[in-house]
């Protein structure tokens, strides 16, 4: 018997299915890390369909074919559907191609059904080869080289329907589409006092109607796995009413094309429309946002995604044995996972059965918890007003900003409000931070104050860097008493913390600190404590990619090294995800610093890719990655020592990556946290207990870590979290230099 080959031999990549924006980002990193092992890769274009015909459809890919896909949308390699590849005789055909070319791993990156396909070709493949040695099609030899196909899958589609990860290639770059598709219509819809109906996709899913509505503070949406109950139509009608009588100039009602009603009858945009006219009697207009919410260029985390899953998906080919079950890559919980393919299809199929079987429980209780937890808050934010409740319960919570102003401290503020509102509570907001707290500059706000805060940027309330000291520690005690505050939310980054520890620290000196606290990461720099992300830095990774795409294009005619320098302080999360995302030759970060023997190096690779045909390079640094070897030096030596090969720029991006309106995603954090923080509250408050904590993503739950401990969690002289997840991934940098 021949033995069984330890690695395989080459590897095909392929795209199918609907295709969704990051599949090139994928492509890239299978091809650039097949390079970095030194193994073969060849594309499969047109999907399926390609590797049936194949002839000129199967070819080899170097590194240097990938240089600049990463950014573009849709799949430059080609998508389709194939019913050649449905049979088995297509199949055959498929696997002598491969053979033919030495191919006996796959990575496949599409929705469940192509997963499912190669699957069905995986389970085949020995069978396959038999038949093709027999009819004389390839060798014995051929067949006993290739005894097993090995499978990797890499879920790419816009519906984020699969089970097995919590995130799928093209889900946040739809979102971005249709949240600025909703955000244009809100200012149009309010101009006219106007009701839109909008369509999004999603047949068996309604993530992307569900998230952008959250997002967006739609007024109603139809989702497929949740159908509407009771007298729906007058509820629906009644609410829309009451939203224009207390001063709500626009209505969106968000329609999942895949929505049903109790009794599995589609609900369609058209029907809503019609529904709304002949109640209204005012004009509704339908759009329908199709095509255009699968295109443009992918998002930050989109690139980011990809990347991983692409370079996992091949270090996973590696280093499982040829005949270990395919498996299928993933997120979960901010880590890269990887699950048995066949599970994760039949559990992916499983909900749509349901939804089609009308058993919606069924359904609901496999879609995760944070789907069930966003439905819920939705429904709290879609009244117009709060639920009147009686005066004796009343609390009164304060809510407060510290730290520098990030996107999604206005959205967080709004879901404070009126998730404490609808509880029946006074809501304080403290204008100006820990400052403003000093001197009583404290404002009880009502529901329509903070109408439209959803997706502005900055932070309307005022934030800063103040630190108290003693005394300003004592008359914070003062206004805290005056003010009757029973509960404090504090929504912001390091000089937040800081603040808020400071405050829980001195309670035995000052009773009237010693409230309930939660402390919640909204910061461009994810440099504080007990969370694996903070809100704002995704808004910031987008303003980042999207600059440096610009700067990529305007050097496409000069050979130029851009030495691209991010915010961070002294934390290199944005330098690493952004320099993964804009495919960076090289990402220079504080946590490991930068040295003159770096440097040397670099510059002298980087003149050698220049030689050989490289027309542009972009270096990220994090602006704290050196005191010495600042952003400026490294460019006057790169400048210096690239000589005639290339010359350096450097670009400071500075504050647009704080500003702007927050991502989807961060709008999406920024309330589901702030919902989370206020049951926090809640409890405390309604127990008599006065804990205080800091609330963040870790290990993908929401968890909540005493505010006592904050001390051992950071590092206190560079201003960093003493853990930092992200860390793991550091090593992809080295690996996927174009
Ligand atoms: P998606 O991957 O987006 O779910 P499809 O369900 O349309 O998209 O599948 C894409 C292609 O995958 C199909 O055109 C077909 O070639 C292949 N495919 C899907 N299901 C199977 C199957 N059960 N057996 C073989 N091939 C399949």
Redesign the pocket.
């Known amino acids: 018997m021949s033995e069984v080959p330890s690695a395989p031999a080459s590897i095909g990549v392929l795209t ?3 295709d969704a924006s990051g599949m090139n980002a994928a492509v890239r990193a299978v091809v650039l890390t097949a390079a970095f092992h030194g193994i073969e890769v060849y594309a499969v274009h047109e ?3 390609g590797l049936v015909a194949g002839g000129d459809l199967i070819r080899r890919v170097q590194r240097g074919d990938v240089d600049g896909i990463l950014q573009r949308g849709g799949t430059a390699i080609g998508t ?7 049979t088995r005789e297509g ?1 055959r055909t498929a696997a002598r191609n491969m053979v033919e070319r030495g191919i006996d791993a796959l990575v496949v990156i ?9 699957n ?2 995986r389970h085949e493949w020995t069978g396959l080869l038999a038949e093709l040695v027999e009819a004389g099609e390839i060798s014995a030899h051929a067949a006993q080289r290739h005894p097993f196909l090995r499978l990797s899958g890499v879920v790419g ?1 816009i519906d984020n329907d699969m089970s097995g990860t919590d995130m799928t290639i093209g889900t946040d770059t739809a979102l971005h589409r249709i949240v600025d598709a909703l955000d244009a219509l809100q200012s149009t819809a309010a101009s006219h006092q106007r009701t839109f109906v909008v369509e999004v996709m999603g047949r068996n899913c309604g993530y992307l109607a569900l998230m952008s509505s959250l997002a967006t503070a739609a007024s109603w949406v139809f989702i497929p796995e949740q159908p509407p109950t009771g007298d729906w139509q007058k509820q629906m009608c009644a609410d829309i009413r009451a939203g224009r009588a207390i001063g709500r100039r626009h209505s969106v009602v968000v329609v999942s094309e895949g929505a049903r009603d109790r009794d599995g009858n589609p609900i369609t945009s058209d029907g809503v429309r019609t529904l709304l006219e002949d109640e209204l009697g005012e004009d509704v207009r339908i759009t329908v946002l199709g095509h255009v919410q699968r295109g443009g260029p992918p998002s930050a985390f989109d690139r980011y995604l990809a990347t991983l899953f692409g370079h996992h998906a091949v270090e996973r080919l590696l280093a499982d044995e040829p005949q270990a079950p395919a498996q299928v890559v993933g997120l979960q919980g901010n880590r890269v996972v990887c699950a048995p393919l066949v599970e994760c299809v039949q559990r992916t199929q499983a909900v749509a059965d349901r939804v089609k079987s009308q058993d919606y429980e069924g359904a609901m209780r496999l879609r995760s918890s944070s789907f069930r937890e966003s439905c819920r808050i939705l429904q709290t934010f879609q009244q117009h007003a709060a639920r009147p409740v009686p005066s004796d319960r009343q609390f009164r919570v304060g809510i407060i900003h510290g730290g520098g102003p990030a996107p999604g401290m206005n959205t967080a503020v709004r879901a404070a409000v009126r998730l404490g509102l609808d509880r029946g509570w006074a809501v304080m907001a403290v204008n100006n931070g820990f400052r403003g707290l000093r001197d009583g500059d404290v404002q009880e706000m009502s529901w329509m104050d903070v109408s439209g805060w959803v997706s502005e940027g900055g932070a309307d309330i005022g934030t800063n860097r103040f630190l108290p000291d003693a005394a300003a520690l004592a008359e914070i005690a003062e206004q805290v008493a005056a003010h009757r505050i029973d509960a404090l939310l504090m929504a912001g980054g390091w000089a937040g913390y800081r603040a808020a520890h400071e405050l829980h620290r001195h309670r035995q000196q000052h009773p009237a600190l010693d409230i309930p606290m939660v402390c919640m990461p909204i910061t461009i720099n994810n440099d504080v404590p007990a969370t694996e992300l903070s809100i704002g830095s995704d808004t910031a990774l987008n303003s980042i990619v999207a600059d440096v795409d610009k700067i990529r294009r305007s050097a496409v005619a000069t050979r130029r090294v851009f030495i691209i320098e991010v915010r961070g302080h002294d934390c290199g999360y944005l330098a690493h995800v952004s320099g993964l995302a804009t495919g960076a030759e090289r990402i220079y970060l504080p946590e490991e610093g930068i040295t003159l023997r770096d440097l040397t190096t670099d510059v002298y690779d980087l003149a050698e890719s220049f030689r050989a045909g490289k027309r542009v390079g972009v270096v990220v640094s994090c602006e704290g990655t050196d005191r010495i070897y600042t952003s400026d030096f490294i460019t006057s030596l790169f400048q210096k020592e690239g000589g005639d090969v290339f010359d350096a720029r450097e670009e400071v991006l500075g504050h647009t990556q704080d500003g702007g309106g927050p991502s989807p995603f961060d709008r999406i954090q920024a309330t589901t946290m702030t919902a989370r923080s206020i049951e926090f509250l809640a409890e405390q408050l309604e127990s008599g207990g006065r804990a205080a904590a800091m609330i963040g993503f870790q290990s993908g739950q929401l968890l909540f870590t005493d505010l006592t401990r904050y001390p051992d969690l950071v590092h206190e002289d560079v201003q960093r979290p003493v853990h930092q997840h992200w860390m793991q991934y550091r090593g992809l940098a080295g690996v996927m230099r174009d």
Do not use: C, E, I, P
Not at 80 to 86: L, V
């Open positions: 199918s299915g609907g999907g399926y369909r389709a559907r194939s019913d050649k590849f449905r199949r599409g929705g469940d059904g192509s997963l499912a396909g190669a069905v070709f589609t």
